[in-house]
């Protein structure tokens, strides 16, 4: 069945072997997700820091790994690092690479949303006798992290479409399974437009996720 320049039998055909793919590409998205919030985190908490050279040191990273492209930090660990006596797999750099550079995006959202809070909330806390951690832990972070779920979920759901570059560095994930396909049949056509379909359905399914916690949440909060 043809429409137009679309083969829908030859696109049936080829769909397991793209699906295979985009399993690969949630496990790096997921992956990329749980790494880079853990370091996105840590540096925004060095980047609010009282001592001088934590803040510097947090600035620094995320000056350097948001001002260098994404494409190039995964030329630098999978390609670069081998000259100097570090072999890294394909999925290793990939997921370093997607978790150290989401990490840093990460690191300014979550800045954003802990300084949004009122400073009078923090000072509240430390009269009350809380150390600085504490007064992070129980005060600010609880009522920054319904603030940072809309911009976080919009880094998720970029993430898992940079997944997509880690295809230039071997890994088969869904883009680098389409370019297979291609090499093989020569169709960009229907191979690239059910690419891009999958990926539309698997950031939809994000989306709608997301919005399911949002809303979640908004409950439990008695709104």
Request: glycine share 8%; net charge positive.
């Amino acid at each position: 069945m043809r429409f137009g320049p679309i083969d829908v039998e030859f696109i049936l055909g080829i769909l397991p072997f793209l699906f295979k793919g985009a399993l690969i590409t949630i496990e790096l998205t997921v992956q990329a997700i749980v790494f880079g919030t853990f370091i996105g985190l840590f540096v925004a908490l060095m980047k609010i820091s009282r001592f001088k050279v934590l803040s510097i040191l947090g600035g620094f990273y995320t000056w350097v790994i948001r001002g260098i492209p994404l494409l190039v930090q995964l030329f630098i660990l999978y390609y670069g690092l081998p000259h100097i006596g570090i072999q890294l797999s394909p999925k290793a750099a990939a997921v370093m690479g997607l978790s150290i550079c989401g990490g840093a995006y990460i690191a300014e959202i979550i800045r954003a949303g802990i300084q949004s809070i009122e400073k009078g909330q923090m000072e509240a806390a430390l009269s009350l006798g809380m150390s600085y951690a504490q007064a992070m832990r129980r005060v600010i972070l609880p009522q920054a992290y319904r603030r940072l779920l809309p911009p976080m979920g919009n880094e998720f759901i970029a993430l898992m479409k940079d997944t997509s570059l880690v295809s230039v560095i071997t890994m088969v994930e869904l883009m680098r399974s389409g370019i297979l396909l291609n090499t093989t049949y020569f169709r960009p056509m229907e191979i690239y437009i059910t690419v891009g379909v999958v990926y539309l359905i698997m950031t939809t399914f994000f989306i709608y996720l997301i919005s399911l916690l949002e809303k979640r949440l908004a409950i439990s909060d008695g709104e």
